[in-house]
């Protein structure tokens, strides 16, 4: 079996898992878009995921306006568009919240995140294909988790009791994604996808570090996210 077909496997199967599980207020509204943007995902997996990688970046869990919207991490309508060259149908979730509506590629709302990240790779490497040729993006977490109000609640703010099932079924699923990819590096972009890397990882071989996210509520992240990255990632002998 290639890596991507063993990938795709296992968001099948972790789709099945965490869509299984029950999330309380004050979560009202939660998106699985490796269901309703499959699709997108499977095609991002078949391009791009077909051979060993040296190094894989794991970020948190979809953003509203970038994965939830094209299944691909930090999926910024643009980037995958344009850079990676995806576009599928898009469905819908189960419940849709009213102010996270989901329009797949047609959307025209701008994830800075993915922006910034699938950008400065872009500036870097010129082709897609030279990037993904030993580098991979993946999330730990397939779920987005809205309030009332349309805010996020990352996976970290959960009860312990809906963290701790939802977190051994992403454990497994990172497990298996290095497992099919063989990195020697899992690089967590920003401080809870590392340490959910080193936890799960742990006694695999497998070298965990971590970068700075890109999302604009981080103000370091606002003052040149892409160098700070660089500079964080020398520390473990790598680039950006």
């Not at 800075?112 to 082709?127: C, E, K, N």
Request: a positive charge.
């Amino acid at each position: 079996m290639t890596p991507d077909e063993a990938l795709w496997q296992a968001a099948r199967r972790l789709a099945h898992e965490v869509d299984a599980l029950s999330f309380g207020s004050p979560v009202t509204h939660v998106y699985d878009p490796l269901v309703y943007a499959g699709a997108a995902h499977r095609e991002y997996l078949r391009r791009y995921a077909a051979a060993p990688k040296h190094l894989v970046y794991v970020g948190m869990n979809p953003g509203p306006w970038g994965m939830a919207q094209t299944g691909v991490p930090f999926g910024e309508v643009g980037a995958v568009r344009d850079w990676l060259g995806i576009t599928a149908v898009v469905g819908k979730p189960e419940q849709e919240h009213p102010k996270r509506p989901v329009e797949g590629f047609a959307c025209r709302r701008s994830e800075v995140s993915g922006r910034r990240l699938w950008g400065a790779f872009a500036a870097r490497y010129g082709a897609p294909e030279r990037f993904f040729s030993d580098r991979f993006v993946a999330n730990y977490c397939p779920l987005l988790f809205l309030e009332a109000s349309g805010r996020n609640r990352t996976p970290d703010k959960l009860p312990a009791a809906e963290r701790e099932p939802l977190f051994a079924a992403c454990d497994e699923h990172l497990r298996t994604v290095c497992r099919a990819l063989a990195p020697a590096w899992v690089i967590g972009v920003g401080a809870f996808a590392a340490g959910r890397a080193e936890a799960a990882l742990a006694g695999t071989g497998v070298a965990v570090g971590s970068i700075l996210h890109p999302s604009p509520a981080s103000p370091a992240a606002n003052r040149g996210w892409a160098e700070q990255a660089d500079a964080q990632l020398a520390r473990y002998g790598l680039t950006l």
